[in-house]
């Protein structure tokens, strides 16, 4: 797993209207109970080794199916699944920088789409 460093965490939004876009980004949506949940989307994928884009978020409102219900994002991760790949590759410095650097970039990406759009 890798932390990002993003404007992510913080930001609000309304649950309903940014559903849409995430999903036309490709991106999945997993509540963990009704309190919060994620955004989930494949940043990459070779050789058996998938990289996910992980974008939790916290519900601000009780009632998870009101159109006004806010939520507010959490820090934005990188989780690795590998079928045959040593995980500890994954963990080298080099290639733990090159994709935390994809994922900022993605987030960043992912957050100009949102603000041009709603």
């Given at each position: 797993?890798?932390?990002?460093?993003?404007?992510?965490?913080?930001?609000?939004?309304?649950?309903?209207?940014l559903?849409?876009?995430?999903?036309?980004?490709?991106?999945?949506i997993?509540?963990?109970?009704?309190?919060?949940?994620?955004?989930?989307?494949?940043?990459?994928?070779?050789?058996g080794?998938?990289?996910?884009?992980?974008?939790?978020?916290?519900?601000?409102?009780e009632?998870?199916?009101?159109?006004?219900?806010?939520?507010e994002?959490?820090?934005?991760?990188?989780?690795y699944?590998?079928?045959?790949?040593?995980?500890?590759?994954?963990?080298?410095?080099r290639h733990?920088?090159d994709?935390k650097?994809?994922?900022e970039?993605?987030?960043?990406?992912?957050i100009?789409?949102?603000d041009?759009n709603?």
């Amino acid at each position: 797993m890798i932390t990002l460093d993003t404007n992510m965490p913080g930001k609000k939004g309304f649950f309903k209207k940014l559903k849409p876009h995430f999903k036309e980004l490709g991106f999945h949506i997993n509540g963990d109970n009704k309190y919060q949940g994620h955004f989930n989307g494949l940043l990459s994928s070779q050789d058996g080794e998938k990289m996910y884009l992980y974008l939790p978020y916290q519900l601000l409102q009780e009632e998870h199916n009101q159109p006004s219900v806010q939520i507010e994002f959490g820090t934005p991760l990188i989780i690795y699944h590998g079928t045959n790949e040593d995980p500890y590759l994954f963990q080298s410095v080099r290639h733990k920088q090159d994709w935390k650097h994809k994922g900022e970039q993605a987030v960043q990406q992912i957050i100009n789409h949102i603000d041009n759009n709603l």
